[in-house]
């Protein structure tokens, strides 16, 4: 059972990604290594799908948490920023043009002469 125990604390971060498949055929090695009874095999598997399912749920809340902090930080532009700014940069763009439309061209200097 000590056996069990290291491989499960090296599993640690890797459990993360594990699916129940390979949990399964994890513990049908072990069981057929001796380190595990078969009677355990089952409860055994239900712990670490368990336990992989909570590390999962709370990475991806450290990693909400770390977003949140990030957009205080640096604050993101919303889809609805970007199209008033979108807006704006069309009605300068129209100002634009239609102030140039008015200008006359500026007489060059052989022209003068």
Excluded: C, Y
Aim: proline share 3%.
């Amino acid at each position: 059972m000590t056996g069990f125990i290291e491989k499960s604390l090296l599993m640690g971060l890797g459990a993360l990604s594990l699916t129940r498949d390979r949990i399964v055929q994890f513990v049908n090695e072990m069981v057929k290594e001796g380190e595990v009874k078969p009677e355990e095999a089952s409860d055994i598997v239900d712990r670490l799908v368990t336990r992989g399912e909570q590390d999962r749920e709370e990475m991806r809340k450290l990693v909400r948490d770390e977003l949140d902090k990030l957009k205080v930080r640096l604050p993101v532009a919303s889809h609805a920023d970007i199209e008033e700014l979108n807006q704006k940069i069309d009605e300068l763009a129209t100002k634009v043009e239609a102030l140039a439309g008015e200008k006359k061209p500026a007489r060059t200097r052989k022209a003068a002469e």
